[in-house]
């Protein structure tokens, strides 16, 4: 019994490369933008602009998409949660961050990397497995 379809099916395309490649190269070009912004506009008027601009951009596409967009009583509490830690906090403590930063193009790892890092490592676990 050959295990080569199975190995073939589980190989990305070719097109999720590039779409990675482009990733990076946006994720990578968003910190020294950043640090320029961020040197002619305070911290929260920055962040404030970020967000009014991202926040109605994401609900349209999810409309487009047809998306529900109501949430039930008990999600409410979960989400007002994760808004205020994965949120919040973030696009302030980046912000600060890349402000106090020494360097004039701050590059803190990706979560492109973390998740290639993340692929290759459970792929050779898998491997092991055989």
């Not at 099916?9 to 482009?22: D, M």
């Amino acid at each position: 019994m050959s295990t080569a379809p199975a190995a073939a099916a589980r190989q990305p395309a070719p097109v999720a490369y590039l779409l990675l490649a482009a990733l990076s190269l946006f994720w990578g070009l968003n910190w020294p933008i950043m640090k320029v912004a961020l040197g002619e506009i305070p911290v929260l008027p920055f962040r404030a602009l970020c967000l009014l601009g991202s926040g109605p951009l994401l609900l349209a596409i999810a409309a487009l998409r047809g998306d529900p967009m109501a949430l039930r009583r008990h999600e409410v509490g979960p989400l007002l949660l994760a808004a205020l830690l994965n949120v919040t906090l973030w696009h302030l403590f980046s912000a600060y961050g890349v402000s106090l930063a020494s360097s004039p193009t701050p590059c803190p790892p990706g979560p492109c990397c973390w998740a290639r890092l993340s692929s290759a490592s459970r792929s050779a676990r898998a491997g092991s497995l055989r």
